[in-house]
């Protein structure tokens, strides 16, 4: 069994920032790729960034410059440092990682963490 345990989101005022933490537990082998997605009301849950192997990372146009992505290999953790957040930027985050398991059989899988709250609003 995988979890992934998210924190870090809230309400706040345009230009504010937010971060984000996601902690992965379980019996993981290995982390292929950590990151972040957000669902707007109404909206398809879309990429916010990512990060992978040698800490390359990849973010959606729309939060380039202002989001930055980091992991931490040793506590299976990947954060999301939010500044000059917009109304835009509302949304429910939700941890995702590609990972292997070995439970007895070695497998790989998507995991989703239950997601946090993110709201912008003056």
């Known amino acids: 069994q995988v979890q992934l345990l998210e924190s870090g989101g809230g309400l706040v005022q345009p230009g504010a920032s937010l971060r984000l933490s996601c902690a992965a537990s379980?019996?993981?082998?290995?982390?292929?790729?950590m990151g972040w997605y957000r669902q707007a009301p109404g909206k398809e849950r879309e990429l916010v960034a990512m990060?992978?192997?040698?800490?390359?990372?990849n973010y959606a146009d729309s939060v380039k410059g202002r989001f930055t992505i980091s992991g931490d290999n040793t506590k299976r953790a990947v954060y999301l440092q939010m500044s000059s957040l917009k109304h835009e930027d509302t949304a429910v985050y939700y941890c995702y990682a590609d990972l292997w398991i070995d439970d007895g059989v070695r497998f790989r899988r998507d995991s989703w963490g239950q997601g946090t709250q993110v709201t912008v609003s003056s």
């Open positions: 379980g019996s993981i082998v290995k982390i292929n790729t």
């Open positions: 990060i992978g192997t040698g800490d390359t990372t």
